[in-house]
């Protein structure tokens, strides 16, 4: 398990670094937390990760235990992982943009994160059969089933 973590960290690493600079003007923690992560639960139950942004507007990413059973599975895992987290870092990037009013710009979709992810790390965020984001094979853009806005009650700028 501390060798799929750590592979998991560099993933998180190499996004990150991957950014254009300035991208990302607050620090930025990942946190496997499943309590946190399953916020971003869809209806479908396929919760994965969360995004968001703490009391010091530093971006936070939450992610589920099961991710990291899914690296150390192998290339579809990794594959998984890498969708879910530039998914994830796009919407804090999103939310950091809120910086100069607010502090918060929620007024974002979920296929707008997957923009993001593209625009800021190269990453084409597809679709699994699961449903799961991933940087594999996969369908894209996201399916109109899945956005939060055809599924009320759940929140925005999470998984």
């Not at 703490?54 to 059973?69: E, Q, R, T």
Request: with cysteine; hydrophobic share 40%.
């Amino acid at each position: 398990m501390k060798d799929t973590r750590a592979r998991v960290v560099e993933i998180f690493n190499s996004l990150i670094a991957s950014a254009p600079e300035g991208s990302f003007p607050f620090p930025i923690r990942l946190v496997v937390d499943e309590a946190a992560a399953l916020q971003g639960r869809s209806p479908e139950g396929r919760g994965q990760a969360a995004a968001t942004l703490d009391s010091n507007l530093h971006g936070v990413v939450y992610i589920a235990p099961k991710l990291l059973d899914a690296v150390s599975a192998g290339t579809a895992g990794v594959e998984r992982c890498t969708g879910v987290l530039a998914h994830e870092l796009g919407h804090v990037a999103l939310l950091m943009s809120g910086n100069a009013g607010n502090g918060w710009n929620e007024d974002h979709s979920e296929r707008d994160a997957d923009a993001a992810a593209l625009a800021l790390f190269g990453v084409q965020v597809r679709y699994d059969a699961d449903d799961v984001q991933t940087s594999g094979p996969g369908v894209s853009p996201r399916p109109a089933r899945l956005d939060r806005r055809n599924n009320p009650g759940t929140s925005k700028a999470l998984c």
